[in-house]
């Protein structure tokens, strides 16, 4: 499975587009990206995913650079309830690669 | 109904006791999943269930033993545990292997 990287922490105006970048410089071609997010004490909330194309949706919007190899998720207006752990998760698309595998996240902090 | 729900909520077992964990979807899904998180951890891949049959099993001890009776439903059957399997067990779920997987709220385990 490719890895991901990603900051530690980051905080955020409320108010503020939050942008949480990904690094998944190996990356395969039929990996897709997933996001997903943590609330503490909460199940995983799954977000948004996308293969190469741009991707928006309710909650959030997903760029994917050209070559794949990094991406940004836009949170447009941050609230304080989008206060979180975020994780950025390549996973193939075939039968038997099911799994999510979870790296350690961003937390994102809001501000108010 | 777009949710999973899992229960109970909160759990407290002896090393000897036998208990089980639930998880209910009703959106059709004909994949699910069980997922353990340690404090401060990402959570972490137990089983797979595809279409009722186990198709992934992450070298689990057998003191966990899912079970799938039907396709809305999902067990966790605990047996003879230790107090390091304490941790928060999540389920989650989705169309097909290659769709997003929406979690449950999970079940706190604490193994006395």
């Known amino acids: 499975d490719a890895k991901t990287t990603q900051p530690t922490s980051m905080d955020c105006a409320e108010g503020r587009a939050a942008n949480l970048p990904c690094n998944h410089s190996?990356?395969?071609?039929?990996?897709?990206v997933y996001w997903y997010r943590q609330i503490h004490s909460q199940g995983p909330q799954y977000i948004i995913h996308?293969?190469?194309n741009n991707e928006t949706n309710e909650m959030a919007s997903l760029i994917i650079t050209e070559d794949r190899k990094s991406s940004t998720l836009i949170l447009p207006h941050a609230t304080l309830r989008d206060t979180a752990v975020y994780y950025c998760?390549?996973?193939?698309?075939?039968?038997?690669?099911?799994?999510?595998?979870f790296g350690t996240g961003t937390r994102l902090t809001i501000i108010p | 109904d777009t949710e999973v729900t899992q229960t109970p909520k909160h759990l407290v077992m002896g090393m000897t006791n036998k208990k089980s964990l639930k998880c209910e979807q009703h959106?059709?899904?004909?994949?699910m999943y069980w997922y353990k998180q340690k404090a401060k951890k990402p959570p972490e891949l137990m089983f797979v269930?595809?279409?009722?049959?186990?198709?992934i099993n992450e070298s689990v001890p057998s003191r966990f033993s899912p079970e799938c009776p039907n396709s809305s439903l999902l067990n966790l059957h605990l047996h003879a545990l230790q107090p390091e399997d304490s941790a928060l067990y999540l389920c989650?779920?989705?169309?097909?292997?290659?769709?997003?997987?929406?979690f449950g709220p999970g079940t706190r385990l604490t193994v006395l």
């Open positions: 996308g293969l190469k």
């Open positions: 989650a779920s989705s169309q097909d292997y290659r769709e997003p997987q929406f």
């Open positions: 269930y595809s279409y009722e049959k186990l198709s």
């Open positions: 959106m059709g899904h004909r994949a």
């Open positions: 190996t990356i395969s071609g039929n990996e897709y």
């Open positions: 998760i390549v996973r193939p698309d075939n039968f038997g690669n099911e799994k999510l595998t």
